[in-house]
Structure formats: C-alpha cells, structure tokens
C-alpha cells in the first residue's frame, strides 16, 4: 500500500506546508484541501482513477477542494466511472451546494455519477470497491460532525483521525491497523480540539506495537525521540507498507 501526503500542515499552513490530505494507492482521497487540483497534478496522479474521496469534517483546510475537481471534471478531464464521496451525514447537501456557490451549475451532468455516501458509525460500510468504518471524533462537537475513517485497502488497514482531540474512540480507531494517520497540530503539549506530541505519547503505548503512526495536520515539527514506529508526513512525500 502506498501513501502519498499531498500537504501535512493545520489550517494555517504551518511552516508553509500545505494543508493535510493523502492518496492512497493512487485512487482513494482522504480529504480534500484547497491546494488538491495543483498538488494531483504535480504528482501526476490519473484523475480519473480517483474512485472515493473521504471527507473528515466541514472545515476549509478538508474539502475546499472538491469544487476544483468538478470543474476538472466537467471541462478538461473527461470521466464516466462514479465517484464515491464519503462524508458526515448530509455530505451530498453540503458539497454540491457548495460546489454550486464557487462555479454556478457546476453540479450538473458531466457524464459521470457522484454517489454519496453517509458515514455511519458502528458498521461496516461500503464505497465502490473500498469497504470501511467511521468513528465519531472529538473535535468542535457543538458546532459540526467529525469522523475517523478506518478501511482496508490493498489487503492493508489504514485508519486516519481526521481532527480531533484525543478520545477513547482514536484507541477503536487504531485496532487493527497497519497504519494511522493523526492529527498532531501541537508539536508539545495537546488540546485544544486537536492532539499533540503528549496525546501521540499516549496512543503509541496504548495501540499495537507494528501499527505505525504518521503524524500530520502539523503545526510544527515535533521530536520523535524514544518513539518507535512513529513518522511525520511530509508535502508530497510517499510512504510504501
Ligand atoms: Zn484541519
Ligand atoms: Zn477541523
């Protein structure tokens, strides 16, 4: 299985990394910043292999991309097999309106199927070709829904936290999982609404010791020492397991 980081940074672009999203394989998306038109390109990612794009949550830095590539889709990349978008409940309602407020009727027919498909926790769920599960996260809970994604691809498991602050539910997340993504915005300390060094500390002694910990939505670059099987990502980095 191969990961490759288009960005790794928080919101702010931290250290001017760009924001935090991954590939897997090459065809399956979790999450969708505004820099993910320009950084697939780069990467010479097929566009059109893209078969689901997973959606953590409603912030900026996690899906102002999707847009970008509808507009793709609709003028310059011809595709005609569906395209899975996995998000918080609601998700279709969310993106294509907001797909439709950056370019007007940008939503309609392109030759291709978006099929939507609401994350819900507590069973295995398909999307195309890629079975998963969602876990509720903690992150901003009085404002909007955030979900972990864990799914087996490739005959690996990679599960990803998304934002959050560390929860029992990141240690249900992790079971079983060749590889975790996590959010570590604080290069020290933890919280709030996010994790940090002492939460990956923590959840390094608490998971299995092969599963190994990727670090991103950085705020900085935190010192691993006495760390074992634990990285940080890296814009447009690849990592193979
Ligand atoms: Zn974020
Ligand atoms: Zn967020």
Not at 190 to 219: F, N, Q, S, Y
């Amino acid at each position: 299985m191969e990961i490759t980081f288009l960005g790794s940074s928080n919101a702010f672009a931290a250290e001017g990394r760009y924001w935090s999203s991954f590939l897997v394989d090459k065809k399956y998306l979790f999450d969708a910043p505004p820099t993910l038109l320009p950084h697939l390109k780069q990467l010479k990612i097929p566009l059109t292999e893209i078969e689901v794009i997973f959606l953590t949550h409603h912030h900026g830095d996690h899906f102002m991309g999707v847009p970008f590539l509808f507009l793709e889709y609709m003028y310059m990349t011809e595709r005609t097999n569906d395209l899975y978008i996995v998000g918080p409940p609601g998700v279709k309602d969310w993106i294509e309106d907001f797909a439709d407020r950056c370019y007007p009727n940008i939503t309609r027919d392109a030759g291709y199927r978006r099929i939507y498909v609401d994350a819900s926790p507590g069973k295995e769920q398909t999307a195309g070709p890629v079975s998963f599960w969602s876990v509720p996260m903690c992150h901003v809970t009085e404002s909007m829904d955030a979900f972990g994604y864990r799914a087996a691809i490739s005959g690996k498991t990679v599960a990803y936290t998304g934002d959050t602050m560390f929860c029992e539910e990141v240690i249900a997340l992790a079971e079983d999982t060749d590889v975790l993504i996590v959010d570590c915005t604080y290069s020290e300390g933890c919280g709030p609404e996010h994790m940090g060094l002492d939460d990956v500390k923590v959840i390094r002694k608490r998971i299995a010791p092969e599963t190994t910990m990727v670090l991103t939505h950085l705020g900085g670059q935190p010192h691993l020492d006495g760390l074992a099987n634990v990285v940080t990502a890296a814009d447009l980095k690849t990592f193979t397991f």
